[in-house]
């Protein structure tokens, strides 16, 4: 079946410092991707939708400054949180679209804690 | 806007019990409807969807039926196993190839 993988699957990092989470399709090519961010007890939130190849779609309400998207390749997006703050600590979740289909396959997630 | 709510959490079953989880929906038009599951450490995995009104969506023991008339899509399972212990998100899509939009989750335990 379709394989997502994110690394890493859990960062703990200092104020002001960037964290960078990957997303890879492992056995498929994805042309989407989507970003979502989970807070405890609470459902997942879109933060952005990247198209490999084009500028990602931020939600309202995002700071497309802060995390940056970039979808470089059929099989990798990536997620930088820019100058991360306490108040971005929590649980970010991908999942991505192979082309030409619709089903969205999720990967593990990533727990960020900053300190 | 497009939204779902899902019933709190926790739900706490003796194995072979029966299993009801409520989820109902905000939409314009007529989205598609889907429960994922999530078991510990691992990433949402799709349980179930229906497409349209009235279709019923199965797998693994669950079902959900698409009501528009309530605009629900309770999950059910007749017999719970310890195994099914997760978190379990209600989702619609508003159509193809947009992100989905979950509920808050629901935490199922089964004990044996």
């Known amino acids: 079946g379709a394989v997502v993988s994110q690394h890493p699957s859990r960062v703990i990092c200092k104020s002001g410092t960037s964290v960078k989470i990957e997303c890879r399709s492992l056995d498929f090519q994805a042309t989407t991707m989507f970003w979502y961010r989970q807070f405890p007890k609470q459902s997942l939130m879109l933060m952005a939708t990247?198209?490999?190849?084009?500028?990602?779609?931020?939600e309202q309400g995002v700071e497309k400054d802060k995390f940056l998207i970039n979808h470089a390749s059929l099989t990798l997006s990536t997620l930088t949180v820019t100058s991360a703050h306490p108040e971005d600590s929590s649980f970010y979740i991908c999942s991505a679209v192979a082309s030409g289909q619709d089903e969205q396959f999720f990967g593990p997630g990533t727990r960020l804690t900053v300190l | 806007g497009n939204s779902v709510t899902q019933m709190e959490g926790p739900v706490t079953l003796s194995e072979e019990a029966f299993l009801t989880i409520n989820c109902t929906y905000t939409?314009?038009?007529?989205?598609?409807l889907f429960w994922y599951v999530q078991y510990p450490g691992e990433g949402l995995q799709l349980l179930l969807k229906a497409t349209k009104a009235d279709d019923k969506g199965s797998n693994k023991g669950f079902e959900a039926t698409y009501r528009k008339e309530t605009t629900s899509f309770h999950l059910e399972k007749g017999s719970v196993q310890v195994s099914d212990s997760a978190v379990y998100f209600c989702a619609l899509k508003h159509q193809a190839g947009t992100a989905l939009i979950f509920g808050k989750g629901t935490t199922l335990s089964v004990s044996s």
């Open positions: 990247s198209n490999e190849g084009s500028k990602a779609t931020y």
């Open positions: 939409a314009t038009g007529y989205p598609s």
